[in-house]
């Protein structure tokens, strides 16, 4: 084949391509703006929104008494060293029917006690009944949580006074203290467990940025009328074919390349918003990227490889629409391929990866990004993902090469 017939027709689809304004929009502005919304802004909002409601005084509804030290425990304010209110007491209001009160949405929670609870350990025991939505995420960080762990410190209190009757320290009760100690690499624990969104996010945008030039390039010439005159050329079927992949795996490439600047930003952003105000929810759930030299190269290697075979299997599915609506409608199940077996990886510390998974096209890249943004990187796991995918990119692209060689495909329309 000839490069510079190649070129000439690649430079022809990207010509084409660039002059729709909202796919340069989908290729670089898309990946900036909402991979750092996904990575940073939604740890962020949690942590804002579940911090809010320790800071927030919840209304919790009382049915009979309670003892005094209890109630003294829910409506105290635990401060920090400096004075800091760190998390506030609920207000304490009496209800006559727990259950309507909580769904009315009169109290976050209600508390009855169907029997006198003991003011001393060894004094006998009773139980507090909670009323709560406890599928509801607020009431379950707000009213239900606080009334939870202050219980838990009053059952405490008052079983260290009766162990100081007998003599006994509060150490007693925890004769062993489990000291947790994190050995993750420091680049899995900054990835944190939003890490499976990283090749989620890049292998559909590669497929999103593949998608505007490959089905522009074949169904939508065959709708225009423009792609016989584009064979009638002194051209190769199989230069037309080469030139269309590579102006495809431009597209798509150049979206991955913003998406990895996307993710860059948000370690940013992240630094610089955390910098004098550490989040343990933002540490937790992560998203951040950082590269090493290796990493990169591999980075690079899978994602460069994936474009490959994205761009081959939508140039082989489109060129059989016989227009442009008919081909998303051939490609549109394409993202579901991408979707799901992504979404699997957050479940990925429960499987045993084994060397098998490497060798199944894309999905196997998929595993090989999740390794290097959590540190995990092992050259041949990686070079078996990447082999696969071109393989694989080779076998769609002779598939569209027999197309483009068959009149009646070529002409459908």
């Known amino acids: 084949m000839r490069p510079d017939f190649i070129w000439q027709v690649a430079s022809r689809d990207l010509l084409s391509t660039l002059r729709d304004r909202r796919t340069l929009i989908s290729t670089v502005l898309i990946p900036l703006l909402l991979i750092p919304l996904f990575t940073l802004g939604l740890p962020l909002l949690l942590g804002r929104l579940i911090g809010g409601q320790a800071q927030e005084r919840q209304k919790v509804g009382v049915v009979g008494m309670l003892p005094e030290s209890l109630r003294a425990a829910l409506t105290r304010d635990e401060r ?8 506030t007491g609920v207000e304490l209001v009496p209800v006559k029917n727990p259950r309507a009160a909580v769904q009315s949405g009169e109290v976050d929670a209600a508390l009855r006690a169907p029997t006198a609870l003991p003011t001393r350990a060894g004094d006998g025991s009773g139980t507090l009944e909670i009323y709560a939505k406890l599928g509801n995420l607020r009431a379950q960080t707000g009213a239900f ?10 059952n405490r209190e008052l079983a260290v006074q009766r162990l100081g009757t007998l003599g006994l320290g509060p150490q007693t009760l925890t004769p062993v203290t489990l000291a947790p100690i994190d050995v993750s690499p420091e680049q ?16 559909n945008f590669i497929l999103t940025g593949a998608m505007a030039t490959a089905l522009d390039a074949t169904a939508g010439e065959k709708e225009r009328g423009t792609l016989e005159s ?11 074919v080469a030139g269309k992949l590579l102006a495809t795996t431009v597209t798509a490439l150049t979206t991955a390349c913003f998406s990895v600047l996307g993710f860059l930003l948000s370690g940013v952003l992240a630094r610089a918003a955390l910098a004098g105000e550490p ?8 998203g951040q990227l950082t590269l090493t030299p290796g990493s990169a190269l591999a980075l690079l290697g899978a994602m460069v490889s994936a474009a490959l075979l994205i761009s081959a299997v939508l140039i ?12 998303q409608t051939y490609v ?36 090989a990004l999740l390794d290097t943004v959590r540190g995990n990187l092992t050259a041949t ?18 598939w569209a090469l027999r197309s483009f060689g068959r009149e009646e495909v070529i002409f459908r329309n």
């Open 230 to 240: 584009l064979l009638v050329s002194p051209v190769r079927r199989s230069e037309v």
């Open 80 to 87: 920090a060293p400096d004075g800091r209110v760190t998390r």
């Open 188 to 203: 899995e624990r900054r990835s944190g467990q939003l890490a499976f969104l990283i090749p989620l996010l890049m292998l």
């Open 279 to 286: 989040s343990d929810l933002t540490q937790a759930f992560g």
């Open 332 to 367: 549109t199940p394409l993202s579901l391929v991408i979707i799901f077996p992504a979404v699997m990886l957050q479940f990925s510390d429960f499987l045993t990866l084994s060397g098998g998974l490497y060798t199944i096209p894309l999905f196997g890249s998929m595993v």
């Open 316 to 327: 082989a599915l489109s060129i059989y629409a016989r227009s442009y609506k008919e081909a």
């Open 145 to 154: 949580a606080k009334v939870q762990s202050t219980v838990e410190a009053y």
């Open 381 to 398: 796991h990686v070079l078996t993902a990447i082999a696969a995918n071109l393989i694989g990119a080779l076998l769609m692209g002779l």
